[in-house]
């Protein structure tokens, strides 16, 4: 099992990268070249939506990206370090406009992702979160002599 991890802050100008370092990866892994834009199209939300999250709550750590490929199967893990709580969790009332368009905005960007990976986790908690995507890879062809 082979791992590449990818540190950077958290700008949106670094999500390319993360997006040109993930297609690398996967079409190095094995994952069919076909769905290799998704996997752009995705990392590119995820990652957006980990800067997006560490600029709203003033988190200086770096966003973090772990490409992990295994036997059949290639996984994206995007983490932020940005708190969250269980939607119940706010005093009735204590929800601004502001926290209602982000929150909303994070849903469309979950959905966007959800769309494009068939296999997605997501979890978040009051350290932070973690989006896993995970999509199948076909071994390399065998050449017969």
Do not use: N, Y
């Not at 005093?91 to 296999?119: H, K, N, Q, Y």
Request: hydrophobic fraction near 45%; include cysteine; glycine fraction near 8%.
């Amino acid at each position: 099992m082979a791992t590449v991890e990818l540190r950077f802050s958290a700008l949106p100008e670094h999500v390319r990268t993360a997006r040109l370092v993930a297609a690398a990866v996967a079409r190095r892994a094995g994952v069919d070249e076909a769905v290799l834009d998704e996997v752009r199209l995705a990392v590119g939300e995820a990652c957006s939506r980990a800067v997006g999250l560490h600029q709203s709550s003033g988190i200086t750590s770096p966003v973090k990206v772990a490409l992990i490929e295994e036997e059949k199967q290639f996984s994206i893990e995007v983490g932020d370090e940005a708190p969250r709580s269980a939607p119940g969790d706010r005093a009735p009332g204590s929800a601004t406009e502001e926290t209602d368009a982000e929150a909303e905005e994070d849903e469309m960007g979950l959905a966007v992702i959800s769309g494009l990976v068939d296999d997605v986790e997501v979890t978040a908690g009051e350290h932070g979160g973690l989006i896993r995507m995970t999509w199948p890879t076909t071994p390399p062809a065998t050449v017969l002599a």
